[in-house]
Each structure stands twice: as structure tokens, then as C-alpha cells.
């Protein structure tokens, strides 16, 4: 049973940061991409960051030079490190595998608000 769970949602003050971690199970993780989405409320899901199997990035404009993508193949996690979080970061967080087959996680709530 393929399993993707995100975790390190919350509130947090504009200015501030917040680490993500998506933990997977039940797939060969080092042999997908994975990827930060998010989607606002009455907004469409969009791509917010990938990491590719040999390690390299890329981010949306919205979000290069704060956010932080990485990933820890012994621990089968993916992370995203934000930092100077404005308050149109706000949406819920999803986690997407791509590989031989394709996986969603649940999604966890960022609130960026003072």
C-alpha cells in the first residue's frame, strides 16, 4: 500500500518559516520525482516546487529564493523548507510522486496570517 504523508503544516506570522516533510512508503522512492503543489481556496492547484531523481530542482517564480526543496532517500522523505512566508502562501500543501505510477498525498494546511 503506497502511502505519501505531510506533515509541519500550520500558522505561522508573515516573515516567517516553516519546514514540510512528506514521508513515503510502499514505493522505490529514490526512483521518483517528487513535488510541493498547493492549492488556495477557489484556486487552482499549482506547482510549487520538484525534486528529480538525480537531485536536480526547480521552483515555481513565486517561490524561488524562499522556498527550499530537498530530499533524504534513506528516509524516503521529501521536504520543503519556507522561509519569508507571505500571506498568499496560504493554501493546503500536497505532495506528488511521479514515477512508474503516480501518488497524491493528503495535503496539509499552511495559514500565513498575523
Known amino acids: 500500500q503506497v502511502q505519501l504523508v505531510e506533515s509541519g503544516g500550520g500558522l505561522v506570522q508573515p516573515g516567517g518559516s516553516l519546514r514540510l516533510s512528506c514521508a513515503a512508503s510502499?514505493?522505490?522512492?529514490?526512483?521518483?520525482?517528487m513535488t510541493w503543489y498547493r492549492q488556495a481556496p477557489g484556486k487552482q492547484r499549482e506547482l510549487v516546487a520538484t525534486?528529480?531523481?538525480?537531485?536536480?530542482?526547480y521552483y515555481a517564480d513565486s517561490v524561488k529564493g524562499r522556498f527550499t526543496i530537498s530530499r533524504d532517500n534513506a528516509k524516503n522523505t521529501v521536504y520543503l523548507q519556507m522561509t519569508t512566508l507571505k500571506p498568499e502562501d496560504t493554501a493546503v500543501y500536497y505532495c506528488?510522486?511521479?514515477?512508474?505510477?503516480?501518488?497524491w498525498g493528503q495535503g496539509t494546511q499552511v495559514t500565513v496570517s498575523s
Open positions: 510502499g514505493i522505490a522512492f529514490n526512483s521518483y520525482a
Open positions: 525534486i528529480f531523481v538525480g537531485g536536480a530542482t
Open positions: 506528488y510522486a511521479a514515477g512508474v505510477s503516480r501518488y
